[in-house]
């Protein structure tokens, strides 16, 4: 009874043609050669699956502790699963964004992180260098730093962009970052000739549509540009940012890329021990106001950059040197920047000498 019951097992798993290989009265060992003959048993060790790259000829992939299988392009194979974050090329990736050409399972798998550093000229003018986000990322983080103090000019590249990637660009070194408009390129809504700077933590957020890198947003110091807007009817409106500052000495733009443009610092530290403010290098459009608080009497002063000057009345002040008030109550000055050299005192109320 046995025998049969072996029988008809091998014969179930068995092609019929196989059963004329073994009889119903041979052994079990006789009848699993005949079928193994057939059936090659090595296809069916542990921990491996049976696939092809060919097709009728099946062979078995050894499933190692710690792959799964997939498709490469050289066909069917084991792939390291990396829960490091790191994602080599190759694996199989569970905790990591950046990726190429390799298989990841993130809830997104298009976000990559890009890290780019551009030298410094060493030539007294800025560097130059090319933005060129990675191609099999639809959102790229590109995080630059500039190591050049004359800052770096960057051009966008589009030989490996694709449609609708999205680029989120970051400056994070303390050298400013420039991109200026061209024309079926890169595009910002300022038009032919303006220039965006991203100073150091802002971010602009860059899309490429059918032929062209698109800005989408900007939160550079600049705005959205250094140029001009066309305003053909309404009005804008904005807040003058007011700082109390109570510290006796300060330099614009420590604690905020926009001190130069349109704050206005109220002294606040009655310890009579003088406030000095020291300028940021002039840029046309720069303006702000700095003034004694109420019942502070300190004496206030303000000192350009190197190679700037203080306009008072039409007339040049020394350069990188500051006009000081007499340390009343009140004490009161504007400044506004017309160009990269000289700022006009637009406002001075009190007693001030150079």
Not at 57 to 84: E, H, K, M, Q
Not at 104 to 113: A, H, K, M, Q, V
Not at 305 to 326: C, E, H, I, Q, W
Request: proline fraction near 3%.
């Amino acid at each position: 009874m046995k025998k049969y019951i072996l029988t008809i097992s091998l014969l179930l798993i068995a092609p019929c043609a196989y059963a004329a290989d073994f009889n119903d009265g041979d052994s079990y060992a006789t009848a699993r050669a005949a079928v193994n003959s057939k059936l090659d048993e090595s296809l069916y060790n542990a921990y491996t699956m049976v696939y092809a790259d060919t097709d009728d000829i099946p062979a078995a992939l050894s499933i190692t502790a710690n792959t799964i299988p997939g498709r490469l392009a050289a066909g069917i194979v084991a792939l390291p699963v990396d829960a490091s974050g790191d994602c080599a090329a190759g694996s199989a990736c569970f905790g990591g964004h950046e990726h190429s050409g390799y298989l990841d399972t993130e809830t997104d798998p298009t976000i990559c992180l890009q890290e780019v550093t551009i030298a410094d000229s060493a030539d007294g003018s800025a560097a130059t260098g090319n933005i060129t986000p990675t191609v099999d990322c639809k959102i790229v983080n590109y995080l630059l730093t500039c190591s050049d103090a004359d800052g770096c000019a960057v051009t966008w590249t589009e030989g490996s962009a694709a449609k609708g990637q999205v680029v989120n660009f970051m400056n994070i070194s303390a050298n400013p970052a420039t991109s200026a408009y061209s024309a079926g390129v890169y595009q910002n809504s300022c038009g032919a000739g303006s220039t965006t700077t991203i100073n150091q933590n802002e971010t602009i957020t860059v899309i490429y549509g059918n032929d062209l890198w698109r800005v989408s947003s900007d939160e550079s110091s600049s705005g959205l540009c250094v140029g001009s807007i066309s305003l053909q009817a309404g009005t804008i409106n904005g807040a003058i940012k007011p700082v109390n500052q109570t510290s006796d000495t300060y330099t614009l733009g420590t604690n905020s890329t926009a001190d130069s443009w349109g704050t206005y610092f109220t002294n606040t530290d009655a310890a009579a021990d003088g406030a000095a403010y020291t300028m940021e290098t002039a840029v046309a459009g720069m303006h702000f106001c700095v003034e004694n608080g109420q019942g502070v009497t300190e004496v206030l002063s303000v000192t350009p950059a190197a190679g700037d000057y203080l306009v008072k009345n039409g007339v040049r002040g020394t350069a990188a040197t500051a006009r000081t008030s007499s340390g009343a109550a009140g004490d009161k000055i504007c400044v506004f920047c017309q160009d990269a050299t000289d700022c006009k005192i637009t406002t001075e109320v009190g007693t001030w000498a150079e």
